[in-house]
């Protein structure tokens, strides 16, 4: 009898100290807002600024952005680590206050190597935030709900596309240190406000998994089949992401004006992407989901690649990759945590190398495809065609490696 009434005093205990579901939410959302959707993409509109106010010559400008990936990298392969030696709710603390502190720190052109490594560490911040901040909050959260949740945290990612294109032009009305500063401010807001969201108490489902570990042997092949998609995928994102206002601008002739529109569309699509692609793959499952993800991009690239580029075409393109470029992470996500739903302690090793392998290809693809723009002559619609063939390789990557493992 004193052992029933201790038990259910220290649930009472664990559910006191647990942060309500919606605010682990918004601390999740608020983690990659900070570190991937402000630290990253806001540096995309504040490239020029910076060249222009000789803060740096322009390849110097484009060292610095991709000094963001190179931490990134590391983040995501630090971030497991890190967790097993500090308690994760303080890790994610200390993360979304590094990452401010990186921008606050930018205001300052001391010299290259001060910008370039504060640029590595807000790069750090993000891959490990990426690593860790959805899972922890999924923890929490039951199977059903876990397609929307995550496409929710991720949806900070998608608002911080938004935001490069809104809130930086009007920081830049101040000058570029003034811009930098602002940024830091948004980001020390957003970490206070998520700062007491984050869980504090283990799952209680956590123990009950445990047992069947043991008797259900780990999908290896499928979990490297999707880290093998994952990474094609960021490939085909790589046009739009990288090249789509310069294409509109230089490409097609239509200006610098016509670009930006373009990527507040792809920008607009990136805020509702992680959401609807999470409602989906709850509805469907994470595996079909996944599949529909990589046929109806291939399908977005195929437009550019093919020439059709009429205004509406470009749209439909523009949108559904911004969607995606977000929005593959939740159920990339989701696929690891159901290939590894009876070994929930090995979930955050397979994401973060999934992660580390997606950033691979990303900053690969990036370098390749401006060197294949270069040699080329300003063949953009050649990118747009590598990156669709990476997105049917991902797709028949999936298709295959689904049935080995059905008939294993």
Known sequence: MHATSCVAANK???????????RAVFAGLCATLVGIG????????????????????ASAATYLG???LVGYLAGALLGGPLSARWPVRALLRGLMLATAISLLACAWPVDFAWFFGWRVVSGVAGGALMVLAAPTVLAHVTPQQRGL??????????????????LVPLLLRQGVGAAWVGLAVVSLLLTALA???????????AAGNAHAAAARPVAKGALRALTVSYALNAVGLVPHMIFLVVFVANGLGQGLAVGAQYWVVFGLGAIVGPVLSGYMADRLGFGTALRIAFGVQALALALPALGVIGHGGLIVSSVVIGAFTPGIVPLVLGRVQELLAHHPSLQKAAW??????FAVF?????YGMSWLLGHSGGHYALLFAVGGVALVLALL???????LHRVQ
Not at 38 to 57: C, G, K, Q
Not at 149 to 166: E, H, K, N, Q, R
Request: proline share 7%.
């Open 12 to 22: 009472a205990a664990v559910s006191h100290r647990a942060a309500p579901p919606w």
């Open 38 to 57: 402000l630290a990253r993409f806001a540096y995309t509109p504040l490239l020029p600024a910076l060249i222009d106010a000789h803060w740096f010559s």
């Open 66 to 68: 991709a000094a963001n």
């Open 149 to 166: 949740v995550s496409g929710m945290i991720f949806a900070g990612i998608g608002l911080g596309i938004a935001a490069s294109g809104t």
């Open 195 to 205: 700062w007491n969201g984050w869980p504090s108490a283990a799952p209680v489902h």
């Open 352 to 357: 973060s190398r999934a992660t580390t392998g």
């Open 362 to 366: 990303q900053a690969s693809a990036a």
């Open 397 to 403: 990557t999936d298709l295959v490696a689904g049935r």
